[in-house]
């Protein structure tokens, strides 16, 4: 049975009005550019919330050309106090409440399935806390925006959670994304060494007939396409071909039997 709601919240330290602007006019500046934060991460160049009622939520291609992605309609613009959209790349409403607490506000998303709806992508868990360090640097000069390096690496586990609370307490790795507590999971997590993506995955799953996977590089290029039909031609062994998850990548074998992904670059990588 499909789950009917999700909701986040986390605590912002700054007053209500602030953090309203600060989620709807600056989503750009604070939203992670990494391997999975849009619907078409090889496109996208930018995060947009139009102001008011019946203002667009969007995930930007090309200013130029009006090229973009309508992820919602606002339905409720009360500064300060709530906005709320109406999905269009699934079956939910998002409805995002801003209320004072001591030393700040709370921000609290909550995203339910439509009656009759069945399509949801429930991902504010992980990107409402992105919101928190832009918040805290108000004052100052905000961090620059964060985007991944073109070359990451994944490293697979029995239980990836506990993993990266190792790995953040030992080798004192940071996450953008936040990391899971004691008693929680998640299906991806991401940790980072300065702008260097550091992908956990579960071992259970397909795996190679001599030995599990433990590790795989991820290198982004410009033409996945012609990376891809290069690599078949020079007669590298393709294990999963190109393949679209929000972005765009296969995956491939080399001489000794390490796993390679390749994934298609956003142009705002460099």
Not at 57 to 78: K, M, P, Q
Not at 204 to 211: I, V
Request: aromatic share 12%.
């Amino acid at each position: 049975m499909t789950a009917r709601s999700a909701s986040a919240a986390v605590k912002v330290s700054v007053d209500p009005m602030t953090a309203f602007a600060a989620f709807t006019d600056e989503i750009d500046s604070w939203w992670v550019r990494g391997p999975i934060n849009f619907f078409d991460a090889g496109r996208a160049v930018a995060m947009r919330i139009e102001r008011g009622l019946d203002g667009r939520v969007l995930e930007v291609y090309d200013d130029a050309r009006g090229d973009v992605l309508e992820l919602g309609r606002i339905t409720v613009w009360e500064p300060g106090v709530q906005l709320t959209y109406r999905s269009l790349v699934d079956d939910t409403e998002v409805d995002v409440r801003f209320d004072a607490v001591v030393g700040g506000t709370q921000v609290r998303v909550t995203q339910t399935l439509l009656p009759g709806g069945e399509r949801v992508f429930f991902f504010w868990a992980n990107v409402l806390r992105w919101l928190v360090p832009w918040c805290a640097q108000r004052d100052g000069a905000h961090p620059a925006r964060r985007e991944i390096a073109r070359l990451s690496i994944a490293l697979y586990y029995e239980d990836p959670a506990r993993a990266a609370r190792w790995l953040a307490r030992v080798f004192q790795l940071g996450s953008w994304s936040g990391i899971p507590a004691e008693g929680e999971d998640s299906d991806w997590i991401e940790l980072h060494h300065g702008n260097v993506a550091v992908l956990l995955f579960s071992l259970d799953g397909p795996q190679p007939e001599t030995a599990p996977i433990t590790h795989m590089p991820w290198a982004y290029v410009d033409d996945l396409d012609a990376h891809f039909e290069h690599a078949k031609a020079a007669g590298a062994t393709i294990v999963s071909e190109i393949q679209q998850h929000g972005y765009r990548a296969y995956t491939t074998e080399d001489l000794e039997r390490h796993r390679w992904t390749f994934a298609q670059a956003r142009p705002t990588m460099t």
